[in-house]
């Protein structure tokens, strides 16, 4: 089992900056991947960006160029770097990790891009 708990949302104008954050425990060495998913309302839930344990990442076309995905295997973290936000990006973001062929899922946090 993994546990996954991010921070670092909230309210932010458009053009501005936040910091995503998510911290894993439990069977954390089994984990192959992690990554951010988000949902906006009425949509589906849709993937950001995934880091694989070797490091690399891949990104949704919306967010490339403005969004980077990182993670830190010794404290066992990873962070989403937003920048440019625009108001499409209005969502609840998941952190979301693959591990034993198994999904695992934070509870979200909410990112609110607005005036």
């Known amino acids: 089992q993994v546990h996954l708990v991010e921070s670092g949302g909230g309210l932010v104008q458009p053009g501005g900056s936040l910091r995503l954050s998510c911290a894993a425990s439990?069977?954390?060495?089994?984990?192959?991947?992690m990554g951010w998913y988000r949902q906006a309302p009425g949509k589906e839930r849709e993937s950001v960006a995934t880091?694989?344990?070797?490091?690399?990442?891949n990104y949704a076309d919306s967010v490339k160029g403005r969004f980077t995905i990182s993670r830190d295997n010794a404290k066992k973290m990873v962070y989403l770097q937003m920048n440019s936000l625009k108001p499409e990006d209005t969502a609840v973001y998941y952190c979301?990790?693959?591990?034993?062929?198994?999904?695992?899922w934070g509870q979200g946090t909410q990112v609110t891009v607005s005036l």
């Open positions: 880091i694989t344990s070797g490091g690399s990442t």
């Open positions: 979301n990790c693959i591990s034993s062929w198994r999904h695992y």
């Open positions: 439990g069977s954390t060495s089994s984990i192959v991947a």
